[in-house]
């Protein structure tokens, strides 16, 4: 179940088709039989979500011809559902604080998080003009919480206050963006073909690509011709089995945008491009889903950052066993061990006084609510001994004992804890006793197409398919997140990435 070490070289097309219905098909149509669209477009965006938008508000304001297609009936992509958490260098923000900061610190903060995991030449180009993108979304109106930039929250801090989110997380950033892109609709700069998906891409004898075939909510199919094409089609969250394939891990919660079915790499790998990065996989530390039919739905989130509520109870694996410090301040270290952990299961244990005495350890729910689920949820179990418990729950019924029996013991002696847990504030003595199961998750696809520093999709040999760049999740969360959930890492990257190739694509074409 955790993630093994892929070899990118064996995952072709024809390996993830399965996960998508009628995509063979269309990939061997004869072009011949499609319709071609008259106009050539200097750039085809596939995708308009939180990369594809700035890449065509971008190129469109300075006078490219764009076509955006978007297998949705809406624009904006995961930005409906993203919590929109951004960071950047130099940003008006930090100075209207007086914090000092710069792209090089920012760097080493990504670096240190994700223990140098991410791609250093894309980190590099990320944080060296993510400012500018938050910038330009603050000239736009784009404003941000009370107390903003912080440090952290949710995932590692920062040393630096450079992590800023709109009130309304990634829908403000969709709300600075719609208005602008809508005009560039408007004049005519921008046409917009929603409930269309790129199935395919146009390529001549020499790989160069030439354009894009589609195919409507209706099964129409059409051809357009473009001289640059940018996938921002997102990752393969919309794909448990693509996303198996990939990652060699089941997606367990289905949370990420469900119009990503992984076609960003599928037209990549089409056109002669590599995937790479299902290595980096990391899981969020726990959730407690509906069932067990993955994905599943999450229902209610854990609150386990011990700065926001210390934890009462202990934490098992599936042998009963502590496997990490309850209490460690640090999101990364517990996400780490949960990685190590069959399933990405835990179980959080506690006893009749734990429930009385302290807060909720669930959002949403209200204590009536959480007592509820334990004669109702699959997840929750109730009993009287904690022998029964692990019985019932799944755990080592024996180890499970015995762990509560040493946890106790160490508190009664004083004794240091083992794990270097420090807020032990009761005993797990009192029955009834409890175990809910939370299970990693993730929102982010590791996976992506490789591209080089001009965000070219580029072959196995590390040469640029001629025409074709990608930005977003399409190149994979592992390229900027690395193995870890790096604080703004994708948000930011693929804003920024989107405004970078708006910009520049025609010159870095030339
Ligand atoms: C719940 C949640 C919270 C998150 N919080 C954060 C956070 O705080 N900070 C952070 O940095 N990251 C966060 N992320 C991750 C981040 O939001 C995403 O990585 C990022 O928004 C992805 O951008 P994208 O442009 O690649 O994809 P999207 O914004 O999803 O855009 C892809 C678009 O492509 C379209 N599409 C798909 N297939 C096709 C096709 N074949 N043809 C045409 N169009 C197609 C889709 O309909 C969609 O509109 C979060 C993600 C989730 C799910």
Redesign the pocket.
């Known amino acids: 179940m955790s993630g093994g070490s892929l070899n990118k070289f064996s995952i072709t097309k024809r390996t993830l088709l399965s996960g998508i219905a009628g995509a063979a098909a269309t990939s061997v149509l004869p072009t011949w039989r499609r319709a071609v669209a008259a106009t050539m477009y200097d750039v085809i965006v596939?995708?308009?979500?939180?990369?594809?938008m700035p890449t065509a508000i971008f190129a469109a304001e300075r006078g490219a011809k764009v076509l955006v297609?978007?297998?949705?009936p809406v624009t904006?992509?995961?930005?409906d559902?993203?919590?929109?958490?951004?960071a950047g260098s130099g940003t008006v923000f930090q100075k209207a604080k007086g914090i000092s900061d710069s792209p090089d610190a920012h760097y080493a903060d990504n670096m240190r998080i994700n223990g140098g995991t991410s791609d250093p030449v894309l980190t590099r180009l990320f944080v060296d003009n993510a400012g500018e993108t938050i910038n330009w979304l603050a000239a736009n109106g784009f404003t941000v919480r009370d107390g903003h930039p912080v440090m952290g929250g949710g995932h590692e801090p920062f040393t630096t206050a450079r992590y800023q989110w709109g009130m309304d997380g990634?829908k403000s950033i969709y709300k600075i963006m719609d208005p602008i892109f809508t005009a560039g609709v408007k004049k005519g700069n921008i046409t917009l073909v929603l409930s269309t998906?790129?199935?395919d891409l146009i390529q001549d004898g020499k790989g160069a690509v030439l354009g894009v075939t589609c195919e409507d909510d209706a099964g129409k199919k059409q051809d357009f011709m473009g001289r640059n094409v940018v996938i921002?089609?997102?990752?393969c969250g919309g794909n448990p089995r693509m996303y198996y394939d990939l990652h060699n891990t089941t997606l367990t919660a289905q949370?990420?945008?469900p119009?990503?079915?992984g076609?960003s790499i599928l037209l990549g790998l089409g056109a002669g491009g590599v995937v790479r990065g299902g290595e980096k996989y990391d899981p969020l530390f726990g959730t407690m889903l509906s069932d067990d039919n993955f994905p599943a739905e999450q229902t209610v989130p854990f609150l386990s950052d011990p700065e926001r509520r210390q934890p009462w109870e202990i934490y098992v694996n599936a042998r009963g066993q502590r496997f990490v410090r309850e209490d460690d301040t640090s999101v990364d270290r517990r996400e780490k061990a949960l990685a190590k952990q069959s399933g990405h299961r835990m179980w959080v244990i506690s006893d009749q006084e734990m429930i009385d005495k302290s807060p909720l350890y669930v959002g949403r729910w209200n204590k009536q609510q959480f007592l509820d689920g334990f004669g109702s949820h699959p997840m929750m179990t109730k009993a009287s001994t904690l022998e029964e418990l692990g019985v019932k729950a799944g755990i080592d019924p024996r180890e499970l004992s015995l762990t509560a029996a040493k946890y106790n013991d160490a508190i009664k002696t004083g004794a240091t804890d083992p794990l270097g847990r420090v807020h032990r504030p009761v005993q797990l003595a009192k029955a009834p006793f409890y175990a809910v199961r939370m299970t990693g998750w993730t929102?982010?696809t590791f996976a992506g197409l490789t591209v080089d520093g001009s965000l070219r999709v580029t072959r196995a040999d590390g040469s640029a398919i001629p025409n074709l760049y990608a930005a977003?999740?399409?190149i994979g969360?592992g390229a900027t997140s690395g193995n870890a959930y790096t604080n703004?890492?994708?948000?930011?990257p693929?804003l920024t990435f989107g405004r970078m190739l708006g910009s520049k694509i025609l010159s870095w074409k030339a």
């Open positions: 596939i995708g308009a979500g939180t990369a594809g297609i978007d297998k949705a904006g992509g995961t930005l559902r993203s919590t929109g958490q951004i990634g998906a790129a199935v921002t089609a997102g990752g949370i990420m945008y119009f990503n079915v076609q929102v982010i977003g999740e399409a969360g703004g890492a994708m948000v930011t693929s």
